[in-house]
């Protein structure tokens, strides 16, 4: 999916990674997103065009928990941020997906915090900061 080598491009200031030698970005296997019945990959578009993209798994990434979604990736494009395009892509997963959920942000992803974080005051949320094993960063959990 050429839309995942963007968002590994905007990640690449924040993780350090580079450009192999034909001058793309390496971007990981996503054959699970259309094999496994848990894993779901969604596009969002604006006017019928790509803006984004999420993808979701229906388990824990820090506990395994098969009863836990688990927000894996999300990525707006630059072009339509700051216009709701995530908000309204995210509130309607919430709905396609009730029950509970963990959403994960890398710690110097700030920007990417503040997003969850507005988005999820309707959710009455709880947030935990973790640096261990599992994960370095913050983690917020709620139920939609």
Do not use: C
Not at 50 to 68: K, M, P
Request: cysteine-free; hydrophobic content about 40%; overall charge negative.
């Amino acid at each position: 999916m050429a839309l995942f080598e963007l968002y590994v491009y905007d990640f690449s200031e924040l993780v350090d990674i580079d450009v192999a030698d034909d001058g793309r970005f390496r971007t990981p296997p996503l054959d699970g997103y259309f094999t496994d019945a848990r894993w779901h990959a969604f596009f969002i578009r604006v006017d019928g065009n790509l803006a984004g993209f999420a993808l979701v798994q229906q388990r824990s990434r820090l506990t395994g928990d098969e009863s836990v979604t688990d927000m894996a990736e999300f990525f707006v494009l630059r072009k339509y941020r700051r216009q709701r395009v995530g908000e309204r892509a995210a509130r309607w997963l919430f709905t396609r997906f009730p029950g509970r959920w963990e959403i994960r942000q890398k710690p110097n992803n700030q920007d990417a915090t503040t997003f969850w974080r507005r988005i999820l005051t309707d959710y009455a949320y709880e947030e935990e900061l973790l640096d261990d094993e599992r994960w370095h960063g913050p983690v917020q959990r709620f139920t939609s």
